[in-house]
């Protein structure tokens, strides 16, 4: 026989760099293992930069634990495309076994055939409960009294602040933690004495204006269902906007713009920046900022969102899973999601690191959450969420989102009074609720 | 001789009512693969989009039911759709203008600079090389952020060039401009190449100066070339979205929402497809009837120079 180096033929050669190649361009989506025993799981989610990182390790950690189900993480962009692609994907049948979603969209598409229900059945299997989930949230993820989502957090506006200005401006107590504000005089006296510490800089900084801002919405619907006003009536059909309270808190945040005491001229990535940097000594935001903020090491710590007007709820959204539609599930992949869910929902400690507030209690109880600091210190908001409407047109980078943002962002900046900003935002109100809902009810 | 001559100039009048039957030999042959692609890719698609703008169908595709002409009716009672079709006409009118006159004066200023031409060539078509999303994203981030941008950190200004409503259309014009007039400059570049030396030259023995040969010789000789830029400018800015959708997002306060931006935000975010291209059809009537009135516009004066 020959002697020489090994023989390697042609078609192993290009076999070989096929195989490579491929496995470069699918890159992580897949694991290792695609192709043996293993059951695979695909999973589509939104969750990016310091979120996308936890909710990575969390995948990876399940694949140690349960080395038999390998899944299959695709992250997608946040906001109105990601909800574009599930609708599709639902509607073809075809779509990935399992998806992150805001429950406030759950209304809006849920009830049009793109997601499956889930079966409460296999998931008592996976050991999940509905008692064991904040009651709201498990209530919002129901429609018409069927199951379609499984709550993973909520996560509300809250209130982060600069420890060394808040030090400086005197406004933390012996405790070290800033001293609750209480009503709009004890809130625009905070933030005052915070402008003289900074120098007669604007102290508080939000998501003003900008392209496709939703921060003015978040700010006003923390602010006026703390006074009790609604958005819609009961049945979804007519607007219930108590003109008094909205205008009450759209006057609070034309007070902010116009005397100096938060910059209006910021967008979201801007109010990030200022805060981050110490150039504000308030953020008002949702409380997923918290990671990057720490690998930053700015001085910070965060609370709840003010009491203003009476109450303390806070604008919030919250994060479920969901099973898009798909015609036929092998019942081995369907088990081993919600085996995954079950181990995600009941990890919920390790994604709380990443800001959010489990919506599954017993973790609320264990010292692994509640040694967690600043991410334990605003968990009581969880009974006080300000949840959107449910009709077709709210949720997250819903149409009503965008519509409200764009209306109120010239009102924080005085170009508009409140009155015309709250004009404007009944007018785009009633467009909405006369448009045809796209994907109605009795459909199913 | 005379025979195998005179057979195939006798052949043609006999022929030429065969060759109408064979329709193969027109050519229609070739021209299958593109028909093909042309069928499927684009009529097609207009018939089905006819079809949806008839019917209240969802981005999944369902709640499909016929509905008439209800999102016709619904879009032509919208406030923020005749806003929309304005401010696309207020567009079109600021950006057409100076792309053209500026794409002219750029080619006239380049055509007489006899040195380092490739420069000048380069840095008027360069930006229109770019995408959209790169231009967008250059002035966004770079050139109109209040604070540190590049325009108002330069002038010493303080104009929020995307979030006052009053200058944002403006702004999006600019960039438009900045972005665009290097095709305009280039067509007209190779138009004035083309005009012939000897023209230049008996003009100038009877003494016609810079301004008379302009006038009397380059811009006529432009005519077809700046008929056909301001046919391809008036249709490329009624169909303005990229820039749009990705710097403002059609606000602040809706001054920006051009059309199309319009349909995207009815059609993808807010997922009535059918109500998305009963509008989309709106602003494609308006496309046929201005490149209909130009058609028209166009021949009747090229018969009148003839």
């Known amino acids: ?77 946040w906001g109105e495309p990601y909800y574009t692609k599930i609708a599709m994907a639902g509607s073809g049948g075809r779509s990935p076994d399992l998806a992150t979603f805001h429950l406030a969209r759950l209304a809006g598409i849920g009830a049009g055939r793109i997601l499956d229900p889930i079966d409460v059945r296999l998931l008592e299997e996976a050991g999940l409960r509905g008692s064991d989930f ?40 012996p405790d070290g933690k800033l001293r609750p504000t209480k009503g709009e005089d004890e809130l625009i006296a905070m933030l005052r004495q915070a402008k003289d510490a900074m120098g007669g800089k604007p102290p508080l900084a939000f998501d003003a204006l900008g392209l496709g801002t939703v921060g003015p919405w978040r ?12 958005l819609l009536t009961p049945d979804g059909r007519h607007i219930a906007i108590d003109d008094g309270k909205a205008l009450a808190a759209l006057r609070l945040m034309a007070r902010l713009g116009t005397e100096g005491l938060c910059d209006w001229r910021t967008d979201y990535g801007a109010s990030v920046a200022a805060f981050t940097n110490g150039q504000a000594a308030f953020l008002w935001n949702g409380d997923w900022e918290v990671t990057g903020l720490k690998e930053r090491g700015t001085p910070f710590s965060m609370t709840r969102f003010p009491s203003v007007f009476g109450g303390a709820s806070a604008q919030a959204d919250c994060h479920s899973f969901v099973l898009p539609h798909q015609r036929s599930r092998d019942p081995e992949v369907e088990r081993a999601t919600y085996r995954f869910i079950a181990y995600l929902v009941k990890h919920s400690a390790d994604w709380a690191v990443a800001g959010h507030v489990p919506a599954y209690l017993p973790t609320l109880q264990q010292p692994a959450y509640l040694a967690l600091n600043p991410q334990s210190e605003y968990r009581s908001v969880i009974t006080e969420v300000a949840l959107d409407p449910q009709v077709w047109f709210t949720g997250s980078a819903s149409r009503m ?38 994907f109605p009810r009795q459909e199913r | 001789m005379a025979t195998t001559v005179a057979a195939p100039a006798a052949a043609p009048p006999a022929a030429g009512t065969k060759v109408r039957h064979a329709w193969t030999q027109h050519g229609l042959l070739f021209v299958v693969p593109f028909l093909a692609v042309y069928v499927a890719f684009l009529v097609w698609p207009v018939i089905l989009g006819v079809r949806m703008s008839l019917s209240s169908v969802n981005i999944a595709g369902t709640n499909d039911g016929f509905v008439g002409f209800a999102n016709y009716a619904e879009a032509f009672r919208a406030p923020l759709m005749w806003r929309s079709l304005w401010n696309t006409l207020v567009f079109t009118a600021l950006s057409t203008v100076p792309l053209v006159l500026l794409g002219l004066g750029f080619a006239l200023l380049v055509h007489h600079l006899r040195f380092v031409q490739w420069l000048w060539r380069l840095s008027f078509f360069g930006p229109f090389l770019l995408p959209s999303a790169v231009v967008s994203l250059l002035w966004l981030q770079m050139i109109y952020p209040p604070g540190y941008g590049l325009i108002n950190g330069t002038l010493g200004i303080d104009v929020l060039w995307l979030g006052d409503p009053s200058v944002a259309m403006w702004a999006m014009v600019l960039t438009t401009v900045w972005w665009t007039v290097g095709f305009n400059f280039l067509l007209y570049l190779a138009a004035l190449q083309s005009i012939p030396q000897h023209l230049y030259e008996a003009a100038a023995i009877d003494g016609a100066n810079a301004w ?18 301001v046919v391809l400018q008036l ?72």
């Open chain 2, 235 to 306: 249709l490329a800015s009624l169909k303005v979205f990229d820039q749009i959708y990705l710097m403002t997002g059609g606000g602040p306060q809706d001054s920006t929402r051009s059309i199309i931006e319009y349909a995207y935000d009815t059609g993808f975010t807010g997922y009535r497809i059918g109500y998305a291209s009963a509008v989309s059809y709106i602003l494609f009537a308006i496309i046929v009837v201005v490149s209909l009135a130009q058609l028209r516009l166009f021949r009747k004066r090229a018969e009148g120079s003839s």
């Open chain 1, 401 to 438: 989102w965008l519509e409200f943002g764009e209306a109120f962002s010239p009102v924080i900046s005085g170009q508009r009074s409140p009155e015309d900003g709250l004009a404007a935002a009944k007018a785009s109100l009633s467009r909405l609720l006369a448009a045809p809902n796209p």
């Open chain 1, 134 to 173: 904040s009651p709201p949230i498990w209530e919002r993820a129901h429609l018409d009294g069927v199951l379609y989502a499984i709550p993973f957090d909520a996560h509300p506006m809250v209130q982060y602040y600069n420890t060394d200005i808040c030090r400086k401006a005197g406004l933390l107590g």
């Open chain 2, 212 to 229: 008379n040969r302009l006038r009397s010789i380059t811009l006529p000789m432009l005519g077809r070339t700046t008929a056909l830029i």
């Open chain 1, 1 to 77: 026989m020959q002697e020489g180096p090994p023989h390697v033929s042609r078609r192993t050669l290009l076999g070989g760099s096929l195989a490579l190649a491929g496995a470069a361009a699918t890159g992580c989506a897949i694991p290792m293992g695609l192709g043996s025993s293993q059951t695979r799981v695909r999973y589509w989610h939104f969750l990016g930069a310091s979120d996308g990182i936890i909710m990575n390790r969390m995948v990876k950690a399940f694949g140690q634990a349960e080395p038999g189900v390998s899944v299959e993480e695709n992250v997608l962009a």
């Open chain 1, 219 to 230: 700010v006003w619907w923390s602010l006026y269902p703390q006074s009790g006003g609604a």
